[in-house]
């Protein structure tokens, strides 16, 4: 019998063939006038159809969301014109595909903003971390809080973002609520210093996310919208004081939500899977939907989670960087390209489209 990770799930009335995800992954290969995906990149996601569901790269909402160079957006009508032929190359080579959406608070640079503007942020904290700008690797600014009545301006961003991505033909959209971005810097009380309604219990830092999830619940059925946490990440220099307490109120707001999916980088973020004993097994007791894990998953492990039930999905980051028909590949447990981190973030089709198949290696 083949193991359960090659066999079907239903999420909402969309149905992924296999368990198989392909991470939301940042390769910063958007065109450098206005962020906009052109056909380099539809290849590469196309290239990717055979997983059972592709999250596109981070993009960013608005202008205001933008952290690095050449990362693409979901607010301009090029930019919509360009997700439309990628979403159309996955769809006709057989895929699915959301968009994740994106905005990335204070891991931003005033050089990469409108008006050289100050990013913004739950409080102006500076965060201890570095982001890539047109001149190299820049520390990020110093944001500026946000003030509450503009919250509801960040959250028709996302609205609108939720129709762009509609319209440019998405199966669905994740919202990116880890790795220090916007709304995880809402949720922990390291970076949450607000005395708003935003701020103080995890009911209120969850307030945004939950307005948030509202919003594009009222675009797409809310099965074809996931979100992504990484509570026990410090990625981007975030800190919470009670990880568990606080992302137990933001499934329970996913759960309320009705969202199809929740997607948790189990550990650091690209580094080691480190989590107290069960923390992940009480974070999804809130939770009734499809459980997407994520993080340093090999064949074996993809395969013993999905049987016993700890996962429903599992998402592979680098290893869908270096091997375009991961599925396959894992499906025959035949060998997987090596990923060249050197060609992860910008460039060309190297590192990038030119990963050969099993049938092209052979
Ligand atoms: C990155 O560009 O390094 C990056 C972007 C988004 C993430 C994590 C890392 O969620």
Known sequence: MEPKLFSPLELGDLTLPNRIVMAPLTRNRALPD???PHALNATYYAQRAGAGLIISEGT??????KGYIQTPGMYSDAQVAGWKAVTAAVHGAG???????????????VSLLPDGQAPVAPSPITADSQTFTASGFADVSEPRALE??????????????????KAAGFDGIEIHAANGYLLDQFLRDGT???????????ENRTRFLAEVF???????????VGVRFSPFSGFNDIADSDPVATFSVAMA???DAGLGYVHLVEGQTGGPREFPA???????????????????????MAVDAVESGKADLVAFGSLFIANPDLVERLRLDAPLNAPDPQTFYGGDAAGYTDYPTLEEAA
Do not use: C
């Not at 895929?95 to 640079?109: D, M």
């Not at 949450?192 to 995890?202: E, F, I, L, Q, V």
């Not at 509202?214 to 074809?224: D, L, M, Q, S």
């Open 192 to 202: 949450n210093k607000r005395d708003d309604a935003y701020g103080g219990s995890p």
């Open 95 to 109: 895929g699915r595909i959301f968009a994740q959406l994106w905005h990335v608070g204070r891991i931003s640079h």
């Open 253 to 255: 707001r996913a759960n």
């Open 34 to 36: 206005g962020d906009v």
């Open 60 to 65: 960013q909402i608005s202008p205001e969301g």
């Open 278 to 300: 069960n923390a992940i097994e009480t974070l999804r007791s809130n939770f009734s939907g499809a459980y997407m894990a994520n993080n340093g998953y090999d064949r074996q």
């Open 148 to 165: 509450t009545a503009e919250i509801a301006r960040v959250v028709a961003d996302y609205r609108k973002a939720a129709e762009n991505a």
């Open 214 to 224: 509202e919003a594009v619940t009222g675009v797409f059925p809310a099965k074809r």
